[in-house]
């Protein structure tokens, strides 16, 4: 057992042989240390999170990186690289080419796109970049430099992005991308040459672009292999009522879409949605048509608006209250029929009560009315029209005072019948 040193941090006492995933966030790593020390007791990590420490320079990250000869992920988030220093003559790319890296985590580091280029040159088989939250304003790359291994990038949380010029200079340097995530960023259209720039797109995110013309969204049915699509918080979506309703439009915009916003689109959902989205345009005539609407209707034909059906519980019922000295014995033992416990009442009441009201609270109203205390208060459901079928009283008593009073299935015309202790 010995103590290992990252220079400025001291790690617990561990075995000479470091796991594959090693986590050392948020302990105050600024320099490298010894790369022999590195290169004995971490020959076996593949996986690195150095996220939320003290590191400022990329040469330090590079002695780092290159005394793990298994690494494969590397996380620098929240590291502050904004004014990072390196030297291009301390990389030698061609003997330390760190080409078993696939995920660079770079968020929130305000690394400079020079320096980006310079890791990308150091780790030519990395897949999954990521540089959310880096406050970008442009993209600065030279597109001559090109790295068609990166499938996925991640450009998060970078508002002051908002041309499209962007997007196409990313493509350029990126020309195999699979998959790009720039939500929360502010660019406002799609272009109609989009499909020459996002060929390859599976996968993109464009979740809270101030997006305002459905134009720009149906363009991204030119994209012939994109089947995947996060799309919440567009400007163009505020229009529609409900999420469901965004969602089916969503849909039957965009037929090649499988999966939005995460979730897979069933066959069944996309005729629902399909037939949704005719019926919304049938109903708002005012809106102007898209193509979209024909094509559909000519599969569909026309679909009529669905009827209203509240199926939500009844919110008050105008009920009867029977103030009766009865015995819970005398109910049980005697039966008496409805026109029996209407001769022996002392006082009756009409009332509207509200059903959200639970027990407890029902009693609290009833007790001033009748003059008893809702401690002393029993209170029985009478459902009226079982009681006049079956020719017998049918009585529930309301037991549970948390319980609500729609819970009972009261209508208008029901009583309740209730007693002192």
């Known amino acids: 057992m010995t103590r290992i040193v990252l220079k400025d941090v001291s790690v617990v006492q561990c075995p000479l042989m470091l796991p594959p995933a090693l986590s050392l966030n948020r302990c105050r790593v600024k320099h490298a240390g010894s790369e022999m020390k590195i290169r004995e007791w971490c020959h076996a990590v593949e996986e690195l999170d150095l996220a939320s420490n003290n590191i400022i320079d990329i040469d330090e990250v590079y002695k780092i990186v290159r005394s793990m000869p298994n690494l494969r992920f590397v996380n620098l988030s929240e590291n502050d690289l904004s004014k990072c220093k390196y030297s291009t003559k301390s990389f030698d790319t061609n003997q330390h080419q760190l080409d078993k890296i696939k995920s660079l985590v770079l968020n929130n580091t305000h ?3 020079p320096a980006v280029q310079l890791l990308l040159n150091m780790m030519p088989s990395i897949i999954d970049l990521h540089l959310s939250l880096n406050n ?9 430099n090109s790295y068609p291994n990166i499938k996925f990038l991640y450009l998060s949380g970078n508002p002051d992005l908002c041309q499209w010029d962007d997007v196409a200079l990313l493509m350029q340097t990126f020309p195999d991308l699979e998959g790009l995530t720039m939500a929360d960023c502010n660019i406002d259209s799609i272009p109609e040459d989009v499909v020459s720039l996002l060929s390859n797109l599976v996968s993109i995110n464009i979740s809270n672009w ?3 013309s ?7 049915n030119q994209l012939p292999k994109l089947i995947k699509l996060w799309c919440q918080g567009v400007h163009v979506l505020n229009n529609l009522e409900s999420c469901d309703m965004r ?3 969503l849909i039957a915009r965009l037929p090649r879409i499988q999966r939005l916003n995460g979730g897979d689109i069933s066959e069944d959902e996309r005729v629902f949605a399909e ?6 345009y049938i109903t708002n005539e005012s809106e102007d048509k898209p193509t979209r609407f024909y094509e559909l209707y000519s599969v569909h034909g026309r679909v009529e608006p669905l009827a209203e059906v509240d199926l939500s519980p009844p919110r008050h019922a105008d009920v009867r209250i029977i103030y009766n000295d009865l015995s819970q014995d005398q109910l049980e033992n005697d039966e008496p029929c409805y026109d029996t416990l209407l001769q022996q009442c002392k006082t009756t009441r009409s009332l509207k009560i509200d059903l959200n009201k639970s027990v407890r609270n029902f009693k609290v109203q009833l007790g001033p009315l009748f003059d008893i205390s809702p401690a002393n208060i029993r209170i029985f459901y ?3 029209e079982m009681s006049e079928l079956v020719g017998v009283l049918h009585i529930e008593e309301l037991r549970f005072a948390q319980k609500k009073l729609y819970t009972y299935n009261v209508q208008n015309g029901d009583e309740f019948l209730i007693e002192s202790k």
């Open 136 to 144: 970008y304003a442009s993209i600065e790359l030279n597109p001559t």
């Open 111 to 113: 690394i400079p796109w």
């Open 247 to 249: 969602r089916q439009h």
């Open 210 to 212: 101030p997006i305002k």
């Open 214 to 220: 459905w134009t720009s969204i149906d363009r991204l």
């Open 275 to 280: 037939r949704a989205f005719i019926r919304w």
């Open 382 to 384: 009478i459902d009226r």
